[in-house]
Each structure stands twice: as C-alpha cells, then as structure tokens.
C-alpha cells in the first residue's frame, strides 16, 4: 500500500492508503476525501480531480505536459499554478509513497 | 415510462422500424416523447447507426456512453467548428436570411480556448460563492408568491422566472427588463416551425434587437471600473474586448441559452420525474440532505441537451464502423445517460446514486459545460428552498414539450401546491 496525504483548502490533513496501479483520484474516491469530485470517473476528460502537487513533490509526479488533454482541460480550471495536475492521471507507485495533494476550494 | 402515456402503441410499432430506417433527427420524438424507445433499439442493435436521408442530411449517431466520451474528448479529429457546420445536428449558417452567429462553442482550439478562458471566471466556484445569498432570496421570494392548492403553470411562473433572475444577476442586466433574456434564448434556438417566431427575419431583426441592447450596456461597462459581471468581463478582458460584433453577439447569445434554457427544463424535468418516481419523492422528503446528490441525478434524467454534434477531420473507426473525413456525427447525450452498461439502473430515477456525477449532459472534453457548477447551484437552492415550504409539489396534467431535436424542454407542467 502506498500513502498519499490530501490537504484540503481549509488546511485539514487526511492520510489515505491506495494500492499500486491506482490513481491518485481512487485514493480520494475510494476513502472518501472531500474535494476531488471526478466526474467523467478518472479518463481525463473534465478537469474536477485538480489537485496542486506539492512542491517538494512535483519532480517525482512529474509536471503537467503542455501539449496533452490534461493541459488542454486544466487551462480552464480555476487556481492553476505550475504545480497543478489532474489526479486521474496520477498513477500510484512506491517511489511516490508519502506523496502530499493539496486540493482547490472547489472544483468545476 | 412517460412515452408510454403519451402513444400507447409506440413501442410495437417502433419495435417493427427496420433499423437502416431509424432517423432520431425528427423534432416529433422529442415532442411526443417517444425518442427513448428508438435510442433503446439503437444502443441495442446498432449503437454507432447511419443514417442517410434526414430533414438535417446524413448524419451518423453515437449513442453509447463510452463512444460517446471518446468522440468528445478528440476535439484533434472531431471539429466543432462553425463553418463545418457547428455543434448541432442541424447546420450553423444553412439557413438563407438567418444571422450567423460566431460562438467559442462552435470553435476549435486556439481560437476557442482563448474565448473560454475570457468568459469562464464568471461562473468559476469563487463567483459562484458570491452569488448564492442573492440567488436564495431571489428564489425564496418567487416561492413565496406562489398559490397554495390551486393549478398553475410550474415552467411560467418558477422554472423560467427563477433562470431568468439568475442569469440577469449574472449580466447585471436592468432587473425589470429580464423577461428579455428569455425572450432572446427562446428567439436565439427557434425555428420557425416552433412558433416562437414566424419567420427566421423576424427572428434576426429580433436578435439584432437584442445585439443593440448589449451593446449599450457594453458601452457602459467599459467605461467603468472593471466588474464581476459576464458583460464587464468581456468587455475589458484583452481576449474578447475587440470581438468583430457577430462574434460579440454570438458569444452573449451563447451565455444566455446556456445558463436559461438549460437550466429551466433540469428545474420542471425535476419535478416531473420526482412525481413519476414516487418513492424516490419520498425519500427526498424524508431527508433532504440528498437534494446535492438528487441535482445531478435530475441533470443527467432530463439531458437539457439532447446532443452535441461534430465534424470528422479524418476517417476514423468507431463501434466497428468508419466514419469518413467530412461526415456529420452527432453524440446523443439523451441515449448515453440512458446506458445500462455505463450507468446502473440508467432507466430509472434515483436520487442517491454512488456517482450521480457521472452522466453526459454537460459533455466532457474542451467543449464541456463551463456553467456546470452554476447550474447545479440553481438546482440545489431551489431544491431546498421548495422543501422548506412545500410538502408536494404534484404534476396535474400532462406535461407539453418543445418541438425541437436538441432543446430537450418542457413547455408546460400544471402543478398544484401543498403547504408544509
């Protein structure tokens, strides 16, 4: 099991565990994290899993690419920085074990 | 369900339509509600289906949820551009006489993601939390003047006026006047074989009545401290603020039907098929905490938007068919939320799925609703506020629809109140 803490907006912490293969979106879905909605259920095709990787983190996830549909939909989310990902395409594995999400206020 | 009222024979005979025959583009199955039975037969022998002769053209249909996903997040290959004939089943700009409108809707990348960006701000969670306590009470008053125990018309005097108040507060639009607004979003998808105007001039001179509007409340925006409003944004957003004036207008226009029409059939389909689905009233009534759940629910059950069309780039294969460089394919929203292999008991009403989110109405991909969230913001408050003071809002009659292939609307619902 591999552990990733989602930080919400609000600034409270939650520590999940998710299995190898899944995405960081499962981990929320699945344990019932508050903040990642995951509408089109986790084919990168809406934008509302936005998460803000943490910065000590991001080289590890990797950075968003720029000519993909994740940045083609995230151009529209509200609040991105360089450190915004969409976590359905964030595949879980050992080496991203402790991983740190914090999460908009909303997603849309 | 409701189709069955509304033609009891319609299932035998449809059942009996060889399928190369089936044309979904006829507004009549809107109209009389029998559109479901050819989408169940079309999911079921021939989900990607082509049909050659139609009012519209040729068109292929799509009419499974995951197909349906596919096309529409590959904008590269399946264009959404105007001059190709735009988003709907029936050509933009193939009527003689009718205004061609420019909108970032019927746009591709990057014209369109620059247009997108300008606009969505207006609708982004942060606004959207601003405008809540105005649109309650806005809300709560329209309720409140409302007769207890007497029929009256739930599309007149709640589904339109509570949208129309909205998108007003969203325009900043004189308050008095907001009947225009949906006056303009009728005009802007009518036909004139609707009735809502007699002929597609009346309709253009109606709609350059409204360009004229907006252009004097642009005109005094722009030269105003930047604000939250839809039209000040354009006004002053380097993106859009020197839009050639048919795209000006196209783009309002967009806004206007967007947020009205939309939003107005989710708010009566909703108490339809709360009234249709009598347990599913019940449990709503029990605990109102599932009125966030049953929003999204009511959205995908209704499908406002029946289809999004595009054009195809290239050749593409999909559902073992080939889908040839120019042709017509139109996604229908209306089939694929009613998809049993993607969606659970699609064919029933239920106001506590797992995953009520998970539907097609507001499209996925680049083109996706950019006012989802507002309008599930109107649902939930309007949802909530009927329940404070109503413990049944019960449909009386017959519902009317709208004569149109993507306009899923409601057009009349008697309804009677009873007090809490």
């Given at each position: ?18 299995e ?13 994290v ?41 151009q ?32 849309y | 369900?409701?189709s ?22 006829r507004?009549?199955?809107f109209?009389?509600?029998t ?12 989900p ?17 949820f995951?197909?349906?996903m ?9 264009s ?14 193939s ?25 969505t ?6 606004n ?13 008053e ?10 009256f ?11 129309t ?22 005009v ?8 809502i ?34 039209i ?7 993106a ?15 806004l206007?039907v967007g947020?009205?029409?939309?939003t ?10 709360l009234n249709q689905?009598?347990?599913?009233y ?8 599932l ?9 995908r ?10 054009t ?41 799925r ?24 109107q649902?939930?408050?309007?949802w ?13 009659g ?13 057009t009349?619902?008697?309804v009677?109140l009873?007090?809490?």
């Amino acid at each position: 099991m591999i552990k990733i803490t989602f930080v919400a907006s609000d600034g409270e912490r939650r520590e999940v565990e998710i299995e190898e293969g899944e995405t960081a979106r499962e981990a929320a879905l699945y344990n019932d994290v508050p903040g990642i909605d995951g509408d089109c259920g986790g084919v990168c095709a809406c934008a509302t899993c936005h998460v803000h990787v943490d910065p000590e983190w991001i080289d590890k996830v990797g950075r968003l690419m720029h000519d993909g549909m994740e940045a083609d939909l995230l151009q529209f989310a509200e609040g991105t920085t360089e450190y915004s990902r969409l976590a359905c395409q964030i595949p879980m594995k050992p080496m991203l074990d402790g991983l740190v999400l914090h999460l908009p206020e909303q997603q849309y | 369900m409701d189709s069955q009222i509304a033609e009891p024979d319609a299932a035998a005979r449809i059942a009996s339509i060889p399928i190369e025959e089936i044309d979904v583009a006829r507004p009549s199955l809107f109209q009389n509600d029998t559109i479901g039975l050819f989408f169940d037969r079309l999911r079921a022998e021939e989900p990607v289906h082509y049909c050659r002769e139609s009012y519209v053209g040729p068109y292929w249909s799509i009419t499974k949820f995951d197909d349906i996903m596919a096309l529409d997040t590959n904008h590269k290959v399946f264009s959404s551009e105007a001059k190709l004939g735009g988003i709907a089943i029936q050509d933009m700009h193939s009527v003689e006489g009718a205004l061609e409108l420019e909108m970032f809707i019927a746009m591709d990348p990057p014209k369109h993601d620059q247009q997108r960006k300008a606009v969505t701000p207006a609708v982004a969670p942060s606004n959207l939390q601003l405008l809540e306590p105005i649109i309650r009470k806005r809300a709560g008053e329209i309720l409140d003047e409302l007769p207890i125990g007497e029929d009256f018309d739930w599309v007149d005097k709640v589904a339109i006026e509570l949208t129309t108040m909205t998108l007003a507060t969203l325009f900043d639009f004189p308050w008095e006047e907001r009947r225009k607004l949906t006056r303009w979003s009728d005009v802007a998808t009518a036909a004139p074989e609707t009735g809502i105007v007699e002929s597609y001039e009346a309709r253009r001179e109606e709609l350059i009545g409204c360009a004229m509007y907006f252009k004097t409340l642009w005109d005094e925006r722009i030269n105003e401290e930047p604000k939250n409003d839809l039209i000040s944004m354009m006004a002053h957003s380097p993106a859009t603020r020197d839009m050639p004036f048919l795209e000006f207008l196209g783009n309002l226009m967009l806004l206007i039907v967007g947020g009205n029409d939309t939003t107005r059939n989710s708010i009566s389909g909703g108490v339809l098929a709360l009234n249709q689905s009598p347990d599913e009233y019940a449990k709503l009534d029990a605990d109102p905490s599932l009125i966030s759940k049953m929003v999204p629910e009511i959205i995908r059950w209704q499908t406002p938007l029946t289809h999004m069309r595009r054009t195809a780039l290239e050749d593409w294969e999909i559902g073992g068919k080939q889908i040839k460089k120019g042709d017509k394919v139109v996604m229908w929203y209306l089939s694929g939320n009613r998809d049993e292999s993607a969606i659970e008991r699609a064919d029933q009403f239920i106001i506590d799925r797992k995953n009520p989110r998970h539907h097609l109405s507001f499209g996925y991909g680049i083109h996706r609703c950019m006012g989802n969230r507002l309008a599930e913001l109107q649902l939930r408050i309007i949802w909530e506020e009927i329940h404070k003071r109503f413990s049944r809002v019960e449909v009386t009659g017959e519902p009317e629809r709208l004569f149109s292939n993507l306009v899923r609307g409601i057009t009349r619902l008697p309804v009677r109140l009873r007090a809490r």
